[in-house]
C-alpha cells in the first residue's frame, strides 16, 4: 500500500485486510444466501482458479500486484466457503460447528499459537515449506484456542476469553439529540 513508514508492517497488513472486512461486515447476508445454493462445479472452479493463481503468483512474483492480491484471497474463500456448505448439507459437517462455536476464541488466540509454532518449526525442527508449516500451524490454532477456551471456562482466569457479567450487563442512557428545528 505504501501509505505507512517502511517496516510498518501490522498497518500495511490492516490496509490490505480492510477491504475483506468491509466486504464481511455490508455483504454476509449476500454471501450467506449465496452460498447455500453453491453448485458443486462453482466451487471446484474457485479452488483451482486459487490454485493456479498460487502458482503464477508464486513463480512469477505476482503477490503484491493489485488484482492478484484481491483474487487470491477471494478465490480460496469463496472456495472454503462453498466446501463447507457442501459438507454441510451431506451431513459431513458436525465437526465444523465445533470449531465454528469457539471462532471467538480462536481469533483471540491465533496469534500466540500460529506464531510459537512457526517459530519452532522454523527456527528448532527446520521444516520451512509453507505447505507444511501452514497446515500445522492452522491445527495447532484451533485446538489450542478450543482448549485454552476451555481450561480457562470457569475459572478465576476466564474474563480473559469472556466480557465479565457484569460489564456485559451494563447499560449506558444516552442523551436524546433534538433537531434544532424543534
Not at 486459487?50 to 488484482?67: E, I, M, R
Not at 466446501?83 to 488466540?109: C, D, E, K, N, P
Amino acid at each position: 500500500m505504501g501509505v505507512w513508514p517502511e517496516g510498518a508492517v501490522i498497518a500495511d497488513k490492516l490496509a490490505k485486510l480492510f477491504v475483506y472486512f468491509v466486504i464481511g461486515a455490508y455483504a454476509s447476508e449476500w454471501i450467506r444466501t449465496h452460498a447455500s445454493n453453491a453448485l458443486p462445479t462453482v466451487i471446484v472452479l474457485c479452488a483451482a482458479g486459487f490454485g493456479v493463481l498460487v502458482v503464477l503468483a508464486a513463480s512469477f512474483d505476482l503477490q503484491n500486484v493489485p488484482l492478484v492480491l484481491f483474487k487470491l484471497p477471494a478465490l480460496s474463500v469463496a472456495a472454503i466457503i462453498g466446501a463447507i456448505v457442501l459438507a454441510s448439507h451431506a451431513g459431513r459437517a458436525q465437526w465444523m460447528g465445533l470449531i465454528g462455536s469457539h471462532s471467538h476464541y480462536l481469533s483471540l488466540t491465533h496469534f500466540l499459537s500460529v506464531t510459537g509454532t512457526r517459530i519452532i518449526l522454523t527456527k528448532i525442527v527446520g521444516v520451512t515449506k509453507p505447505l507444511f508449516v501452514i497446515p500445522i500451524c492452522v491445527a495447532v490454532a484451533v485446538v489450542f484456542g478450543i482448549a485454552f477456551c476451555r481450561i480457562l471456562t470457569g475459572t478465576r482466569f476466564e474474563w480473559l476469553i469472556r466480557l465479565p457479567k457484569w460489564l456485559s450487563e451494563r447499560r449506558y442512557d444516552l442523551p436524546v439529540m433534538r433537531s434544532p428545528s424543534a
